[in-house]
């Protein structure tokens, strides 16, 4: 029988794990039924992957590790997949959020499929709206229900990583802690949306180039807006109210304790999220 504080764990855990979880999801699927959309899918999933890492890498070799707009929260720890006995203060780049990437792609891609659903039997639950480059398509309820559930998915592992998160963000030593800033989520919610909705568009045989570029434009503001929180960072600290939290911080362990492994926060080290 799970105990109250197990099942009040749940949902954080959930959230923290649903980008990888989505990975071993759609894999199996892959594998399982042989499915070429699935397949790739996968291939598009780990290659938003891999983009996270090189733009966070990108971010911290042009404007520095120590740069404001890359920090996380002051008291962002344990932020990888995995719970962590002694949890130590997350010293990988926030910006972009890749939860919020991955999630927003793979919730793009799947409105995309949606969008693109069978009219119910008769037709009679369906409505033809126009819909720019895809035309005019047919969304029936099941297809309303879709993306009401991907969307609001996408947005609950989003809010679960910033300090609005309530009972979906990841407690450290009992409290709730925020791994990321709100601007860092939206970012990388951003550029997520944006390429998965073009990989959709490519994969449909669409011209695609309009949303990707889009994505490459909002990196590009991303990076002009951290070099200018580098010029004048007061703006940055009396705009930011994630800033208060310094005051609370509560002290973490910047490493193990002895007897435990050199790795006390176990992330995805190859994606920096």
């Known amino acids: 029988m799970a105990t109250s504080e197990e099942l009040g764990a749940l949902l954080p855990n959930v959230m923290r794990t649903m980008p990888y979880s989505a990975y071993i999801a759609v894999g199996v699927y892959a594998a399982a039924l042989r499915s070429p959309l699935a397949a790739w899918l996968e291939l598009g999933l780990l290659a938003n992957e891999a983009l996270n890492f090189a733009l966070k890498r990108a971010f911290r070799c042009l404007l520095g590790s120590e740069a404001l707009l890359l920090q996380r929260p002051p008291d962002a720890a344990d932020s990888g997949i995995y719970p962590q006995h002694v949890p130590t203060k997350s010293s990988s780049s926030g910006m972009p959020s890749g939860h919020a990437q991955t999630s927003a792609f793979l919730a793009a891609v799947c409105s995309r499929a949606a969008l693109r659903g069978e009219d119910g039997p008769d037709g ?6 126009p819909l720019g480059a895809l035309g005019r398509v047919s969304l029936n309820v099941g297809g309303l229900l879709s993306l009401t559930f991907v969307w609001m998915l996408a947005a609950a592992v989003c809010l679960s990583r910033t300090r609005y998160g309530g009972v979906l963000s990841v407690s450290v030593n009992g409290r709730r802690v925020a791994q990321h800033y709100v601007i860092q989520v939206v970012v990388g919610a951003k550029i997520g949306g944006l390429l998965g909705w073009s990989a ?4 449909e045989g669409r011209p695609w180039a309009l949303h990707a570029g889009l994505s490459a434009l909002v990196v590009l503001i991303a ?6 929180v580098e010029r004048w960072p007061a703006a940055w600290q009396g ?5 208060d939290q310094d005051a609370r911080s509560m002290p973490l362990s910047d490493s193990t304790s002895e007897g435990s492994t050199s790795d006390a926060e176990i992330e995805l080290s190859w994606a920096g999220q």
Do not use: P, T
Request: aromatic share 10%; hydrophobic share 50%; glycine share 4%.
């Open 239 to 243: 705009q930011d109210g994630d800033k």
């Open 200 to 203: 959709a568009e490519w994969y």
């Open 223 to 228: 990076a002009a807006s951290a070099a200018a």
């Open 124 to 129: 009679a639950s369906s409505v033809a709206i």
